[in-house]
C-alpha cells in the first residue's frame, strides 16, 4: 500500500495558499480516482483507494504544518507500511511556481512540515514532491508568503505543477520512482 500525504493547513483562511498546495495535488490525486478523503483517522483526513493495481492511502493531516510529522508517524506504525511506499507532497519556495522536484530522500531544508515529519520518523529515505510556489519578493516575510495566495499572473504555472504532481505522482505508483524523476525532474 502506498501512502500519498499532502501537506497543508486545515480551514478555509489557509485554502488555495503556498503552503496548502499538498493538500490541492491530494484533492487533484482523489478526484481523477475516484476516491473520497473525508474519513478523519491519524489526525488527518484519509481516503483509501486505488490507483493502477496499488492500493492507496490518501492523506491530508490536520494537525497543522509544523505538527506534520505527528500523523505520517501514527500511519507508518498502524498500517507498518514499508518506507519506500511513502510519498510526501509539499510546497517548496527554491522552485519556480509550476516546477517540481521528485527526490528519493533528502533533508527537510527550511520547510517545517518536513522537519516534523524526519523527526517524528526517525529517516529522510522516504519519496518527496517538492511544488514551486517561489520566493517571497520585495523583503516579504516567509511565513505571511507562504500563507498567501498565489497572484492572478501565477494560476495557470499553478495549475502546471498541480498536475505535474499529479502525474508523477501516479508514475511513481505505476511504474518507479526513477521511471518519474526521469520524466518529471527537468
Known amino acids: 500500500m502506498y501512502v500519498v500525504v499532502g501537506l497543508g493547513n486545515p480551514g478555509k483562511q489557509y485554502e488555495k495558499t503556498r503552503h496548502n498546495i499538498g493538500f490541492d495535488v491530494i484533492d487533484l490525486i482523489a478526484s481523477k480516482n475516484n476516491i473520497s478523503v473525508t474519513k478523519i483517522k491519524h489526525k488527518a483526513l484519509i481516503g483509501e483507494g486505488r490507483i493502477g493495481n496499488e492500493k492507496v492511502l490518501l492523506v491530508k493531516p490536520q494537525t497543522y504544518m509544523n505538527l506534520s510529522g505527528e500523523t505520517l508517524v501514527d500511519i507508518y506504525n498502524y498500517y507498518k507500511i514499508d518506507l519506500k511506499d511513502i510519498i510526501v507532497i509539499y510546497d517548496d519556495i527554491d522552485l519556480d511556481v509550476g516546477k517540481i522536484r521528485i527526490r528519493k530522500k533528502g533533508s527537510a531544508g527550511t520547510h517545517n512540515g518536513m522537519k516534523s515529519i524526519i523527526k517524528c520518523l526517525g529517516f529522510n529515505e522516504f519519496t518527496r514532491i517538492r511544488v514551486g510556489v517561489s520566493k517571497p519578493q520585495n523583503n516579504q516575510d516567509l ?38 524523476m526521469n520524466k518529471y525532474n527537468g
Do not use: Q
Not at 497572484?151 to 511513481?172: D, H, P, Q
Open 143 to 180: 511565513a505571511d508568503f507562504v500563507l498567501s495566495k498565489f497572484r492572478k499572473e501565477e494560476e495557470e504555472n499553478v495549475n502546471t505543477g498541480i498536475e505535474k504532481a499529479y502525474f508523477s505522482t501516479e508514475a511513481i505508483i505505476k511504474e518507479s520512482v526513477d521511471i518519474a
